[in-house]
T-cell receptor
Framework: GQSLEQPSEVTAVEGAIVQINCTYQ??????LSWYQQHDGGAPTFLSY????GLEETGRFSSFLSRSDSYGYLLLQELQMKDSASYFC?????????????FGRGTSLIVHP | GAVVSQHPSRVICKSGTSVKIECRSL??????MFWYRQFPKQSLMLMAT?????????EQGVEKDKFLINHASLTLSTLTVTSAHPEDSSFYIC???????????FGNGTRLTVT
């Protein structure tokens, strides 16, 4: 089966930098994605890494090391609105579709 | 682009009744949509993969006769919770992508409460 491990909770202060780690064990690998979900809302796509290295999108960056089965999401210049749950996810081919599996999610709490 | 609309956003129903939830891709065609269930402070649990024009593929432990999925067109998938019970109360979310391994776009979810 597939499993993704990430910390359950991370706290930080406004303006700081925080890193959310994700380690995975999957049968095959086709990239690691990150999603953000605010309480009561729907997940939204943040970033994707198909190859090793860093992908930067504004204040958010994501890193992947396939040899270590490890990735992280880096959030810079934290704002109160960044308080949310963050999920890493993989999708694996099955029956013609790419089936998603999500980590348990990391609750990020940003303090003033 | 890539907007997914889910309706209704909230529904309260009595035990024993059925509830239909719609998921539409508004500006793209989705041959595959996914249905999830999410409990508070927990991850998204994939319930089934909805394939246009064919039967849905259900994850282990999900009752196909209880959670009926129909994907009649390239822009619409429906999830019907049949004979709902209070334990079916949850947040149900759908998602779709532009194809292959492209990012998932989610509907806003449906909060189901069964009394």
């Amino acid at each position: 089966g597939q499993s993704l491990e990430q910390p359950s909770e991370v706290t930080a202060v406004e303006g700081a930098i925080v890193q959310i780690n994700c380690t995975y064990q999957t049968s095959g690998f086709y990239g690691l994605s990150w999603y953000q979900q605010h309480d009561g809302g729907a997940p939204t796509f943040l970033s994707y890494n198909g190859l090793d290295g860093l992908e930067e999108t504004g204040r958010f960056s994501s890193f992947l090391s396939r040899s270590d089965s490890y990735g992280y999401l880096l959030l810079q210049e934290l704002q109160m609105k960044d308080s949310a749950s963050y999920f890493c996810a993989v999708r694996l081919p099955s029956g013609g579709s790419y089936i998603p599996t999500f980590g348990r999610g990391t609750s990020l709490i940003v303090h003033p | 682009g890539a907007v997914v609309s889910q309706h209704p956003s909230r529904v309260i129903c009595k035990s024993g009744t059925s509830v239909k939830i719609e998921c539409r891709s508004l500006d793209f065609q989705a041959t595959t949509m996914f249905w999830y269930r999410q409990f508070p402070k927990q991850s998204l649990m994939l319930m089934a993969t909805s394939n246009e024009g064919s039967k849905a593929t259900y994850e282990q432990g999900v009752e196909k006769d209880k959670f009926l999925i129909n994907h009649a067109s390239l822009t619409l998938s429906t999830l019907t919770v049949t004979s709902a019970h209070p334990e079916d109360s949850s947040f149900y979310i759908c998602s779709a992508s532009l194809g292959g391994n492209s990012p998932l776009h989610f509907g806003n979810g449906t909060r189901l409460t069964v009394t």
